[in-house]
């Protein structure tokens, strides 16, 4: 697992690492980032949540292409179970790219454990993005 205080050129390094298609839940904190994806020539699919994110990811990876899912820490929980049963049992590594927030109430907890709960699911493929705390 990776840590890092900016998105800022991360789409396109992953490109660059052989990334093709990217997958998630819109998430202001990580503006940027999907400005950037938008603007590569890349596979970029809006998910309508995070299980969803990770399932399209999955079957993404099963095809055998590089996939990457963004998504925003207080939605971890949903991808939870589809990295338990669907990923980690299968050997399937799509990248996780997390915002991470702290700061409002909502995000307060999620915020204390992101990064131990993927630990603790020994889920190395992330990049948790500590970066301002974007809660617009």
């Given at each position: 697992?990776?840590?890092?205080?900016?998105?800022?050129?991360?789409?396109?390094?992953?490109?660059?690492e052989?990334?093709?298609?990217?997958?998630?839940?819109?998430?202001?904190?990580?503006?940027?980032?999907?400005?950037?994806?938008?603007?590569?020539?890349?596979?970029?699919?809006?998910?309508?949540?995070?299980?969803?994110?990770?399932?399209?990811?999955?079957?993404?990876?099963?095809?055998?292409?590089?996939?990457?899912?963004?998504?925003?820490?207080?939605?971890?929980?949903?991808?939870?179970?589809?990295?338990?049963?669907?990923?980690?049992?299968?050997?399937?590594?799509?990248?996780?790219?997390?915002?991470?927030?702290?700061?409002?109430?909502?995000?307060?907890?999620?915020?204390?454990?992101?990064?131990?709960?993927?630990e603790?699911?020994?889920?190395?493929?992330?990049?948790?993005?500590?970066?301002?705390?974007?809660?617009?």
């Open positions: 697992m990776k840590t890092v205080t900016s998105a800022d050129g991360l789409a396109q390094q992953l490109l660059s052989g990334y093709e298609l990217f997958v998630g839940v819109p998430d202001s904190g990580l503006r940027g980032f999907i400005e950037e994806l938008d603007a590569l020539p890349v596979q970029h699919v809006i998910a309508t949540w995070e299980a969803e994110a990770v399932a399209i990811a999955a079957g993404a990876e099963l095809a055998g292409r590089k996939a990457c899912v963004y998504l925003q820490n207080a939605g971890l929980g949903h991808a939870v179970n589809p990295l338990a049963s669907l990923c980690i049992p299968w050997g399937l590594t799509p990248l996780l790219v997390i915002g991470h927030r702290h700061t409002l109430p909502q995000h307060a907890v999620m915020g204390r454990v992101d990064v131990a709960l993927l603790l699911l020994d889920y190395p493929h992330a990049i948790v993005v500590h970066g301002p705390n974007n809660e617009s």
